[in-house]
């Protein structure tokens, strides 16, 4: 073993890696080229191409990030000051972040042990006279349970936004999400999830208002964006403040990258999916839970693969991690440090390290491994053999 390790010594195999071809450089150049930098022709086509893969005649409203997103999905179902909105801890910080800066108070409820996703029973106890909006978090891919959430919103009048940064594809009760019944589903294009424009994100809602409201929003509050400015038959120097906006548009140049990788998400999902089934035949005898898979037809993303060491582990997670990557030269990474844990949400809201025993209990043993589509064969096998060689008996 010790000549591979050697070998594989200037080989380091990082976590993640975005999946960027000659098609999407093409497309890149091609809208350089163009001199049509911002927001334009392309973030048109990539909006539209976006709806027509969700289907169920969605509206699709491209942003500059998963982060920008949520904000203005949130801002335009109504969410404002002393606002209570339900969310996880076992988010990335964005998520509860942005109710902050509409006023808000982000109220954490901890998650289900086997699917790391938000628990129904838990939101229906934290709902007061306050809470105005849900906003399920589709932990690596894996739909939230959603039939019973989107009821709890029913009879509680509340709003639903979805934060699917994981979950292109993913599909619950054979539904594809962003196009169920709550008001926005919100996506991120950051370099390392399923499909990315460098940065990006977009929001889709069946709701033309909402819609129409993130559309304002993330250009200063104008009244139509910077593409009809140019096009229509007003004066060109004409525009109008209609409300307090943010700067929140995608570029022409990110959207071509987009557009590139939309049409690669399904193929990219399979691919995910095939390296997830050797992981679970590889590692079925070691001593670690395995991710919860979906039900039978539904779409899992697979944007993460997370294991958990059990307590006959014989290592613990830092050390597991500190040794793939010292001795195997392998990336992984942690998904997520919950948000109790942080001290800013510690003081915020008044919570520590033990709010949420699940959420804890899961974070002390959790790595996620490599899943990505640049991962050639062998690399799927290196992270296989030096897994087991960690945590065979
Ligand atoms: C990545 C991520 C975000 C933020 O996405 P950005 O596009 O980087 O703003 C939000 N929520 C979750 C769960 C994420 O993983």
């Known amino acids: 073993m010790l000549d591979k390790k050697e070998g594989q010594k200037n080989n380091f195999l990082p976590f993640a ?119 399920p978090v589709h932990f690596a891919g894996l739909a939230c349970d959603m039939q019973a959430i989107i009821k709890i919103a029913r009879e509680n009048n509340l709003k639903i936004v979805e934060d699917a940064a994981h979950a292109l594809p993913c599909t619950s009760n054979d539904q594809l999400i962003g196009s169920l019944d709550t008001d926005a589903t919100v996506y991120s294009f950051y370099a390392t999830k399923t499909i990315t424009t460098g940065e990006g994100g977009m929001i889709v809602t069946k709701d033309e208002d909402i819609a129409k409201r993130c559309r304002t929003m993330r250009l200063h509050g104008i009244s139509r964006d910077v593409f009809d400015r140019y096009t229509s038959t007003r004066p060109s120097w004409y525009y109008e403040i209609t409300a307090p906006g943010f700067k929140a548009n995608m570029t022409d140049i990110a959207a071509s990258i987009g557009i590139a990788q939309l049409k690669k998400a399904n193929d990219f999902q399979k691919k995910r999916q095939s390296i997830k089934e050797q992981y679970f035949e590889a590692f079925k005898d070691l001593p670690i839970t395995l991710p919860k898979d979906s039900e039978s037809n539904d779409i899992h993303s697979w944007h993460l693969f997370v294991i958990r060491l059990n307590d006959d582990a014989p290592i613990d997670r830092d050390e597991f991690i500190k040794k793939m990557a010292e001795d195997y030269q392998i990336g992984c990474s942690v998904h997520f440090i919950p948000l109790n844990f942080h001290s800013y949400w510690q003081e915020k809201l008044g919570i520590d390290n033990d709010s949420f025993q699940i959420a804890k209990n899961l974070f002390e043993k959790s790595v996620s491994l490599p899943i990505y589509t640049k991962m050639a064969d062998d690399d799927v096998s290196r992270v296989i053999e030096a897994v087991k060689e960690i945590l065979s008996p």
């Open 17 to 135: 890696l975005p999946d960027i071809g000659e098609e999407e450089i093409e497309l890149v150049a091609n809208c350089m080229r163009s001199g049509w930098m911002t927001t334009g022709p392309n973030a048109k086509q990539f909006e539209s191409d976006f709806a027509e893969y969700i289907g169920s005649d969605v509206h699709a409203v491209s942003v500059n990030s998963a982060t920008s997103g949520l904000l203005l999905a949130l801002e335009a179902v109504g969410v404002t000051q002393g606002d209570e909105v339900i969310t996880t801890p076992y988010t990335f910080s964005a998520t509860a972040m942005v109710c902050v800066h509409l006023g808000a108070k982000p109220v954490l409820v901890d998650i289900e042990e086997d699917s790391y996703n938000i628990s129904p029973e838990n939101i229906k106890a934290a709902i007061t006279e306050k809470t105005k909006a849900i906003i």
